[in-house]
C-alpha cells in the first residue's frame, strides 16, 4: 500500500516536473528568449555599472538634496502604512468571522480587500494621475489603496487564525464587542499585525520609488531625472543609499519582531 502511493507520488513529481520544463521552453521560444546569451551579458553588465555608476565629485556634492528626498519617501511610505492599517484593521473586524458580524457583510469586506489587493500600485497610479495630477497625494493613494487592501486580508486571516479562542471566551462571560476588541482581539494579534505592518513598510519604501517616477515626486523623480539626463553616478549614488535604507529598515524591523515576540 505505501508502495502505491509511494509510486503515485514519484509519477505526479515527475508530471509536474515535466509541465514546468515545457512552460520553460515553450516561453522561452516565444519570446526568444536564450539563457546562454542572458549569461554571456553579465561580464558587459558589470563592466557598465562599473563605468557609469560608481559615485562621482558631483554626485558626492548632491547628497544633501538625496537625502532629503529620500527622507521624504521614507515618511511618505510610513504616514501611507501606519494610516492604512489603522483602516484596515477597523475593516478587518467587519470581515472576520471570529467577530461573528453578519456573513454577508463579511464576504462584501473580502471581496473589496481583494479588490484593492490585486490592483497593483503602479496601476494605480496611473489611473489616478488622471484625477489629482503628478503629486504627492496621487503617490499616496496609489500606495494606500494596495496597502489598505493587502492589510486587510492579512488582518482577517491574522485574527482568525489566534483571536477565535479568546473571543469565545469572553462571550461566553457577557463582554460586549468593543470589549472583545481590547481585551480579546488586539491582544492575542498583535504580535502578527505589528509584523505586517513593519512589512509593509519595507514594500512600500522600494514601491515609492518606482511610483514617484511616475508622479515625479520623492527620490523616484530624482532618479529619473538623474538617469533620462545620463547622470549616471547620481543615478547610482540614490540606488546605494536605497540599498542602505532598506536593508537598515529591515534591521530595525528584525529587532522589534523579536522584542515584541
Known amino acids: 500500500m505505501k508502495n502505491d502511493v509511494f509510486v503515485k507520488r514519484k509519477g505526479t513529481y515527475i508530471a509536474v516536473m515535466v ?4 512552460l520553460y521552453f515553450g516561453s522561452a521560444y516565444v519570446t526568444e528568449f536564450h539563457m546562454s546569451e542572458g549569461l554571456a551579458s553579465f561580464p558587459g553588465a558589470l563592466s557598465w555599472i562599473r563605468k557609469n555608476l560608481i ?22 511610505s510610513v504616514a501611507v502604512t501606519v494610516i492604512a492599517a489603522t483602516c484596515a ?82 462571550t461566553a462571560t457577557g463582554a460586549k464587542f468593543i470589549q472583545c476588541v481590547f481585551q480579546g482581539i488586539i491582544p492575542s494579534s498583535l504580535t502578527g499585525i505589528v509584523s505586517w505592518v513593519l512589512y509593509m513598510i519595507e514594500t512600500n519604501i522600494r514601491s515609492s520609488t518606482l511610483i514617484g517616477m511616475l508622479t515625479s515626486t520623492g527620490i523616484g523623480y530624482l532618479f529619473d531625472m538623474y538617469y533620462k539626463g545620463l547622470q549616471f553616478p547620481s543615478a547610482g549614488l540614490i540606488v546605494l543609499f536605497m540599498v542602505i535604507l532598506v536593508i537598515a529598515i529591515e534591521s530595525i524591523s528584525n529587532k522589534i519582531r523579536r522584542v515584541i515576540m
Open 55 to 76: 559615485p562621482d565629485e558631483q554626485a558626492i556634492g548632491r547628497i544633501p538634496k538625496i537625502l532629503s528626498m529620500l527622507l521624504e519617501t521614507t515618511l511618505l
Open 19 to 22: 509541465v514546468i520544463v515545457l
Open 89 to 170: 484593521f477597523m475593516f478587518s473586524l467587519l470581515g472576520t468571522r471570529t467577530t461573528k458580524i453578519n456573513p454577508a457583510i463579511g464576504k462584501t469586506v473580502r471581496i473589496v480587500a481583494a479588490f484593492f489587493r490585486n490592483v497593483p500600485d503602479v496601476v494605480w497610479a496611473m489611473i489616478l494621475m488622471f484625477s489629482f495630477g503628478q503629486n504627492i497625494l496621487t503617490g499616496f493613494l496609489a500606495l494606500f489603496f494596495t496597502t489598505f487592501g493587502l492589510l486587510t486580508r492579512a488582518f482577517i486571516e491574522t485574527i482568525d487564525e489566534v483571536s477565535s479562542s479568546c473571543v469565545e471566551a469572553l
